[in-house]
């Protein structure tokens, strides 16, 4: 049997390494499945939004306190899905930051951000990509 030969994605796979308040992460290009899955859930939140702004609408207009409750319990149920999906962006986000602990510093970081300001530190980190040899910020 022959020798395996050995290949590093490294090669492949663009990183930078930052250090974010006392931690050390490598950092990864968003891949072009990561970026389509973002662009996805993007497109469903959105969708919930219109749906809950509708029902909301509804809610201001009617005058039927039951009505009131059944669009009330209607707008909860129509909400559930966003917090699957902001799951869902904030995992796309942890794999992007390899933390070397198994995830443990970079899910607390993304968490404790939230999606909006670690979109904004992600953009950050990127634009320093390739603007030295060592690949870190």
């Known amino acids: 049997m022959s020798d395996a030969i050995s290949i590093s994605t490294s090669k492949y796979i663009k990183t930078i390494v930052v250090k974010i ?11 072009a499945g990561e970026q389509l899955d973002l662009s996805s ?5 959105q969708r919930v ?8 609408g509804k809610y201001e207009a009617e005058k039927d306190d039951e009505k009131k409750a059944k669009l009330v319990t209607e707008i909860v149920e129509t909400m559930k899905p966003l917090s ?11 794999g992007l930051f390899d933390d070397g602990e198994g995830g443990k510093f970079s ?3 993304v968490k ?3 999606i909006e ?3 904004e530190m992600y953009q950050d980190i ?4 390739g603007k030295n040899d060592e690949k870190s910020a």
């Open 21 to 31: 308040d006392e931690h050390t992460y490598r950092v990864r290009k968003i891949g």
């Open 41 to 45: 859930l993007a497109t469903e939140a």
């Open 49 to 56: 939004q219109i749906d809950i702004l509708n029902l909301r």
């Open 84 to 94: 699957e999906i902001q799951h869902k962006l904030e995992d796309v986000y942890i």
């Open 107 to 109: 899910t607390q970081l």
């Open 112 to 114: 404790s951000l939230g």
């Open 117 to 119: 300001k670690v979109q």
């Open 126 to 129: 990127m634009s320093h990509m």
